[in-house]
Nanobody
């Protein structure tokens, strides 16, 4: 089973960009679909994006489509979330998660392994 560590969060002005990284331990990373979720203060965790185990398939939440890009490098055991045109409503703790299926889903309950989260704050 993989273990996940996110990094790259921080404070950014509206309209700016950040790239989050999620490094996975273990030899089986390429067998996992990977997802990014976020949780704003006082709100439920919500789906952001997911990528298939091969990287060939991606899906996004409507709220981030066209602004965020999920990608992965299986040789480096890392998944990324490139975030552009950030808005104050993107402020949240961002979590990466792993699902030991080829395609994964947009549902948090389907993901078996979670990182500790990295905080993103977008100022207006």
């Amino acid at each position: 089973q993989v273990q996940l560590v996110e990094s790259g969060g921080g404070l950014v002005q509206a309209g700016g960009s950040l790239t989050l990284s999620c490094a996975a331990s273990g030899r089986t990373f390429s067998r996992y679909a990977m997802g990014w979720f976020r949780q704003a203060s006082g709100k439920e965790r919500e789906f952001v994006a997911r990528i298939s185990s091969s990287g060939g398939s991606t899906i996004y939440a409507d709220s981030v489509k066209g602004r965020f890009t999920i990608s992965r490098d299986n040789a480096k055991n890392t998944v990324y979330l490139q975030m552009n045109s950030l808005k104050p409503e993107d402020t949240a703790v961002y979590y990466c998660a792993a699902d030991r299926t080829q395609y994964g889903s947009r549902y948090a309950a389907d993901f078996e392994v979670w990182g500790q989260g990295t905080e993103v704050t977008v100022s207006s």
